[in-house]
């Protein structure tokens, strides 16, 4: 057996690694990126060149990951500010009942195990977000944050 979930209308780049255990559904993923263990990318998500997404990742609908990208073992990502199981009236929400909050991890950027990212916000290039932080609001470039709610810890060196 495989032990991998990878729907027909996944576009896979080249050289694109997958590890087994993963659930891959209308997403796109760039060449040489590795995918490892236990992750879910979801539809309308998109995934750069030469990343790195580490096991037990959720990467939800509307998260797009540019170049480059870093992302820690057990990083979740979430794109609705405020939800629910349902409507008034009392029925399971479906798709049309809300809408997709998008996410942007711009091209370098790092993200430590075990943090969260909030919908609605932009990671900035070369940025560095710290294990365990939570991000509920646009992270710069070039800096490290950390915590709960992440906050800037300092900028990064220039090359």
Not at 55 to 65: A, Q, R
Not at 105 to 115: R, Y
Request: proline letters at 4%.
């Amino acid at each position: 057996m495989d032990y991998t979930c990878i729907a027909e209308d996944v576009q896979l780049g080249q050289n694109v690694k997958l590890s087994k255990f993963i659930n891959l559904y209308g997403c796109s993923i760039g060449d040489n990126t590795k995918i490892g263990s236990f992750v879910e990318i979801q539809k309308n998500a998109t995934i750069g060149k030469n990343c790195k997404i580490s096991s037990h990742t959720f990467i939800c609908e509307g998260v797009h990951i540019e170049d480059d990208v870093f992302i820690g073992h057990s990083v979740t990502f979430i794109n609705d500010t405020f939800p629910r199981a349902t409507v008034p009236g009392g029925k399971l929400q479906t798709e049309e009942d809300w809408q997709v909050e998008r996410t942007l991890v711009s091209k370098g950027a790092s993200i430590g195990s075990g943090a969260t990212i909030l919908s609605d916000v932009t990671i900035g290039e070369n940025s560095i977000v710290g294990a365990g932080s939570v991000v509920t609001k646009d992270v710069p470039p070039n800096v490290i944050v950390v915590g709960n709610p992440a906050k800037i810890l300092r900028a990064l060196p220039k090359e």
